[in-house]
């Protein structure tokens, strides 16, 4: 996946991988860093899509702050929910 990033970015992209096991399954995190273009993008978009993951966007740095509020009120929100069934 190293190499097919690399060669498709035309070495415009970082990535780090990192292998580790979760029970008797071996999986991996990788991370593919590269600057904002819709060219790039939708090259690594299929080629990330063909290995079958998960795929996560990182929003601006602008926007970090907004997203931890809103997850934040969700995990609140979910917390009240679960309290309530609870009861």
Same mark, same amino acid.
């Given at each position: 996946m190293t190499r097919l990033?690399?060669? $498709? $970015?035309?070495g415009k992209a970082l990535t780090y991988?990192?292998?580790?096991? %979760?029970g008797d399954v071996k999986k991996a995190v990788y991370m593919v860093v590269y600057q904002d273009g819709s060219?790039?993008?939708?090259?690594? %978009?299929?080629i990330c899509d063909s290995f079958m993951? %998960?795929?996560f966007e990182v929003p601006a740095l602008s926007m970090i702050k907004q997203e931890v509020d809103s997850e934040k009120q969700k995990k609140k929100n979910s917390k009240a929910l679960l309290n309530m069934s609870e009861k």
């Open positions: 990033l690399f060669r $498709t $970015t035309r991988f990192h292998p580790f096991d %979760q060219m790039i993008r939708d090259r690594v %978009q299929k993951g %998960q795929r």
